[in-house]
């Protein structure tokens, strides 16, 4: 899950790391309200007005705007508030601004990169810092991978002084900046772990003019299987950045996740549905969506995959792939019959059912009078699915 930059600094914030601090504006009306209250409470007569969308690149994108004055804050709220934002991370069409952030504008007199996520190849956290602030780090890992510092943390030990110290060090920090900039670091590893982020990154941390350090931009992304555990930040959530397809689907706890393909899927178990998508696309079709019931699929389920799979206007076939483990085929059988008959559907459908009570199943399908085209494995499913998507 991922939230909002307000929200990442809301958090940063209670632990004790500097931010760059502003208010949140979802209305014009409010400008004038929070200006003043920037003005008070920063004495800052400089701002900045800040687009607050899940996505990065807002300033190429034209959604971040410094305003040296309260005038040209102004006109910048009213420009940004309500546009559609494209930026290289945002869907095609581009995403509407729905909240403002005004800032406080620094004095930056050095930008660098930070970041903590989990390197599954050692099992351990790294924390990411580089030199190269403002920039996005994919670029500076292309161009000048000798430019991103590593270190990583050992489980069950935990950050160490040393390593904060040896982070600050090898971004040329000194003095009082050095001090600073590693209590940060280590403050932003306890978040990171209490949080149970799956990274957070500030981009950029700055030293300004004045010889502060401090977090000018914060992003965090979430373990969705631990947001049961951290109540206050599943509260954060905002699915007006999310894929609506995605939101719905989440509501019958189905696992989607929407693709550019024309080949619909609904499959039971995570492994099941990546090896069903990569053999349609040996098979030469193209995967609509990830969708996996789970293994206790039952007619209603069926019926909401169906659904959330051709709410996509690029559909033009649904697979059917279920192993019957947990769940019986038979029922998943009868969930496709209703949700045929129900939808009136308008796409050619392949099923492909084995394992529990399959032969039932098959019979159920057979007998039923709905138009189904029955595949005897995963490989003549596939071909069939991609035929039908392409006639």
């Known amino acids: 899950m991922k939230i909002h930059e307000y929200q990442a600094k809301k958090i940063l914030k209670k632990y004790g790391i500097t931010i760059q601090d502003g208010v949140l504006v979802d209305s014009l009306g409010d400008v004038d309200a929070a200006l003043d209250q920037i003005e008070k409470e920063f004495s800052s007569k400089q701002f900045v007005v800040?687009?607050?969308?899940?996505?990065?690149?807002r300033g190429l994108g034209g959604g971040v705007k410094f305003s040296p004055d309260r005038e040209s804050a102004k006109k910048n709220a009213e420009a940004i508030l309500g546009m559609t934002l494209k930026t290289h991370q945002t869907v095609p069409e581009g995403q509407l601004v729905r909240k403002l952030m005004i800032t406080e504008a620094v004095d930056i007199a050095k930008e660098y990169y930070l970041a903590i996520t989990l390197d599954r190849e050692t099992g351990q956290n790294v924390i990411m810092a580089s030199t190269e602030g403002g920039m996005e780090i994919e670029e500076v890992a292309e161009k000048n991978p000798e430019k991103i510092l590593k270190t990583w943390i050992k489980p069950g030990i935990g950050i160490q002084a040393f390593q904060t110290r040896q982070i600050a060090f090898g971004l040329g920090l000194e003095g009082e900046q050095l001090k600073a900039a590693s209590k940060l670091i280590a403050k932003l590893y306890k978040c990171f772990v209490e949080t149970d982020a799956s990274i957070v990154e500030v981009n950029p941390l700055v030293v300004t003019d004045q010889g502060g350090v401090l977090a000018l931009d914060a992003k965090f992304n979430f373990d969705t299987n631990a947001l049961y555990r951290q109540k206050e930040i599943l509260e954060l959530r905002d699915v007006y950045e999310e894929d609506p397809t995605e939101v719905e689907a989440s509501k019958s706890n189905l696992n989607y996740i929407k693709l550019d393909g024309n080949v619909g899927c609904m499959v039971n178990g995570a492994g099941l549905a990546m090896g069903t998508?990569?053999?349609i696309k040996l098979k030469g079709g193209e995967p609509a969506n990830f969708l996996d019931v789970g293994g206790g699929a039952n007619v209603d389920t069926v019926k909401n995959g169906f659904k959330i799979i051709l709410s996509d206007k690029n559909v033009k076939a649904v697979l059917?792939?279920?192993?019957?483990?947990?769940?019986?085929c038979d029922r998943v059988a009868n969930g496709i019959i209703e949700a045929v008959k129900e939808l009136d559907l308008s796409v050619p459908v392949v099923v492909r059912l084995e394992g529990t009570n399959a032969d039932v199943a098959k019979e159920l399908l057979a007998n039923s009078g709905v138009a189904i085209i029955a595949a005897d494995s995963i490989e003549d499913a596939a071909e069939k699915v991609v035929a039908a998507a392409t006639a």
């Open 50 to 57: 800040k687009a607050q969308i899940h996505a990065g690149g």
């Open 277 to 279: 998508m990569d053999i």
């Open 320 to 328: 059917i792939n279920i192993f019957g483990g947990i769940v019986r």
